[in-house]
């Protein structure tokens, strides 16, 4: 069975970091192109950042750029998202997704999802 498990989520407080990781069961991720996405209570759910299969290309939303960082271990099946100067409005349930593909986009036509990791930034 093919999954993609989210795992790293929690409460932080604003200016603190979190690493959000994506685990593939049952498949190798290895030629998959993954991206995170983000949901916000009453909000459209948009794209954070994508990495294509090879590592070689990422691409961030405007409003995580020079915070966030994605990476991927093929080694370990995963991808990371680390998220450094998490502000309130950071505040999402976070998911990850990925397609058999080359190039990653912000865009939400992936086949596999996960099922989603709350990121709460509060004081």
């Known amino acids: 069975q093919l999954q993609l498990v989210e795992s790293g989520g929690g409460l932080v407080q604003p200016g603190g970091s979190l690493r959000l990781s994506c685990a593939a069961s049952?498949?190798?991720?290895?030629?998959?192109?993954v991206a995170w996405f983000r949901q916000a209570p009453g909000k459209e759910r948009e794209g954070v950042s994508c990495?294509?299969?090879?590592?070689?290309?990422?691409e961030y939303a405007d409003s995580v750029k020079g915070r966030f960082t994605i990476s991927r271990d093929n080694a370990k099946n995963t991808v990371y998202l680390q998220m450094n100067s998490l502000k309130p409005e950071d505040t999402a349930v976070y998911y990850c997704?990925?397609?058999?593909?080359?190039?990653?986009?912000?865009?939400?036509?992936?086949?596999?999802w996960g099922q989603g990791t709350q990121v709460t930034v509060s004081s």
């Open positions: 990495i294509n299969n090879f590592g070689s290309s990422t």
């Open positions: 049952g498949f190798s991720l290895d030629y998959y192109a």
């Open positions: 997704a990925a397609s058999e593909r080359f190039l990653c986009t912000l865009i939400q036509n992936y086949n596999y």
